[in-house]
């Protein structure tokens, strides 16, 4: 018997190490991560970077309080503004913090301005933003809010997908949008460039901040530093955190100068958030990001793997409805002949494969962006023997039926 919580349905299966983007277990199987943690893991298992920086980090300052100047932090903070839509920077543990801090920003910039009311923020089914109560009353799905007392007043919540419908909505409460560019639980599902933009002239036209969830889908995931590059506009406020620490515990909340403002001394705060240890390893990944290359890299990963399932569907259409998401965030929807988290488990245990499932019956697959074309291939071959395993096993119950 554990001694953890029963919170997660485990496998028993436990790894040692990791090299690139393999994974090795106790006993010494490799396996190959198309999982990475859930998109966490960026640059793969034991980058030497990484692995230099955090050796040289350990000798230094792990910890002070944010009541001290933390440089690691400060440059960090703004390298992140360099490269994006903000000027502001909060950084946190966690993607569910980071999401707080984003809500919490929306609201308090609408209060300090006099409009005490206006605290309602417009999201969408099918989204994930974490597991406080904040975040799953943000996000709405009643399976994750049931059986926790009444969830944080505040959301309403809308299919993604249609502009008139949100528009519609809005009222003299509403805030902000809150959306994921693209939806990762839910079952990977890319908002298109158009309604990305529309979502955008809303906010413009009723001044109300767009606020975007990027925890999973940035960070150079979609072959675009963050995604809502590809729809060519900006947020007010964004979530940040997975890829950023490249596995050691950082998120960050970003948002433009103008509403950060009001985030006074007294409005926010973090025990551990943004220490110097976290920080000086999210300056080792930003400078592996951020080499010349590397997001393009991802770009191209993207669109090869793309093509490989294009493929895979062509061949097995009695398992593939379609293919979904964006970049090295890719999602294969399953027929009802396939559970998705049975899949995950035989591509684990019969072919050495490491992925993930999602909402809505979907496989999702999310490499470390360092992952290569014969990588690429090895996993589309893994994923075709597990479908031809399925059609053998098909045959074999039609003949002895
Ligand atoms: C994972 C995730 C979160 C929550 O992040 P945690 O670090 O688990 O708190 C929030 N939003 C999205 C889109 C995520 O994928």
């Given at each position: ?228 590059e590809w729809a060519g506009i900006e947020p007010d406020i964004m979530a940040v955190a997975k890829g950023i620490g490249g596995g050691f ?153």
């Amino acid at each position: 018997m554990s001694a953890l919580y029963g919170t997660y349905a485990r496998s028993p299966l436990a790894f040692e190490r990791g090299e690139g983007v393999r994974l090795i277990s106790q006993d010494g199987t490799r396996y190959l991560d198309f999982h990475a943690g859930i998109a966490v893991n960026a640059l793969g298992h034991s980058d030497p970077h990484l692995v230099k920086t955090m050796k040289e980090a350990a000798e230094k300052v792990w910890h002070v309080s944010n009541v001290f100047t933390i440089p690691e932090g400060e440059r960090l903070a703004q390298r992140l503004c360099d490269a994006t839509f903000a000027d502001s920077v909060f950084f946190t543990n966690s993607g569910a913090e980071a999401i707080e801090c984003a809500i919490k920003t929306a609201r308090h910039y609408f209060w300090a301005r006099g409009e005490k009311d206006r605290y309602e923020i417009i999201a969408f089914t099918g989204s994930f933003h974490g597991r406080t109560l904040a975040t799953i009353a943000a996000a709405g799905n009643p399976s994750y809010t049931e059986g926790f007392g009444p969830p944080l007043e505040g959301f309403v919540h809308l299919k993604p997908g249609d502009l008139k419908a949100v528009e519609a909505a809005i009222t003299a409460k509403t805030c902000a949008i809150l959306i994921e560019p693209v939806q990762g639980e839910g079952g990977v599902t890319a908002m298109s460039a158009e309604y990305m933009r529309g979502l955008r002239a809303l906010c413009d036209k009723h001044g109300m901040l767009l606020i975007l969830d990027e925890v999973q889908c940035g960070y150079g995931r979609t072959g675009k530093f963050f995604a809502h590059e590809w729809a060519g506009i900006e947020p007010d406020i964004m979530a940040v955190a997975k890829g950023i620490g490249g596995g050691f515990p950082l998120g960050a909340c970003l948002a433009k100068g103008e509403v950060a403002k009001s985030m006074v001394p007294g409005t926010h705060g973090s025990t551990y958030g943004g220490n110097p240890l976290a920080c000086t390893i999210g300056n080792a990944v930003l400078d592996r990001i951020m080499e010349p290359g590397f997001i393009e890299h991802v770009d191209k990963m993207g669109q090869l793997l793309a093509w490989h399932l294009q493929q895979l569907q062509q061949r097995y259409p009695q398992y593939v409805v379609e293919l979904r998401g964006k970049g090295l965030l890719a999602g294969i929807k399953l027929t009802d002949a396939v559970v998705a988290r049975e899949f995950v488990a035989r591509l684990r245990d019969d072919h050495q494969m490491l992925t993930q499932g999602a909402g809505d019956n979907v496989l999702r697959l999310l490499p470390p962006l360092i992952v290569t074309e014969p990588d690429i291939e090895e996993a589309v071959d893994k994923l075709g023997a597990a479908f031809a395993a399925l059609d053998a096993e098909t045959a074999k119950e039609h003949v002895t039926a």
